[in-house]
C-alpha cells in the first residue's frame, strides 16, 4: 500500500513538473510550450520505443539462468548518463528522463535482479549515507 501510494506521489510530482516547465517555457513565447511538449514526447518514445527494447533484446540473448554480462550491465548505466545529459541539453527536466528510464528497465531476473545486484552495494554503503548528513 505504501510503494503503490508513493508511486502514485511520484507520477503526480513528476506531471507536475512537466505542468511546471511547459509554463515556464511558455512565459514569453507561447511556441517554446509547444516545442517543450514535442521534446518530451520525443524522449518518451526514444525511451520506451527504443531503451527497452534494447533492454528486451539483452534478455533474449542472455542464456537461461546466467546472469547478465558486465558489459551490458556498464552499457545500461552509461545510459543513465547520456539520457541525463540528453534531458538537459534539450531543457527537459532532469528527473522526467531518468524516471522514465528507471521504468522502462524490466522487472526481475535476468536484467533488473542483475542490475539491483552489481548497484546495491555502491548504493547502500556509498550515496546512502550522504542522505543523513
Known sequence: ???AAAAIGDIVGMYGIVAFEAAKQGEFRPMAAVGYIHSLIVFFIAIFGGSRMLMFWIIKMTP???PV???Y???ILAGVLVWGFMSEFFGIALANALMWFGLA?????????TL???CDT???DI????TYL
Do not use: D, N, W
Not at 528497465?105 to 535482479?113: E, N, T
Not at 550515496?127 to 550522504?130: E, G, K, Q
Open 1 to 3: 500500500m505504501a510503494l
Open 64 to 66: 537461461e539462468g546466467k
Open 69 to 71: 554480462e558486465q558489459f
Open 73 to 75: 550491465i556498464v552499457a
Open 105 to 113: 528497465i524490466p522487472y526481475g531476473p535476468p536484467l533488473g535482479a
Open 116 to 118: 539491483v545486484h552489481e
Open 122 to 124: 555502491f548504493i547502500s
Open 127 to 130: 550515496l546512502m549515507p550522504f
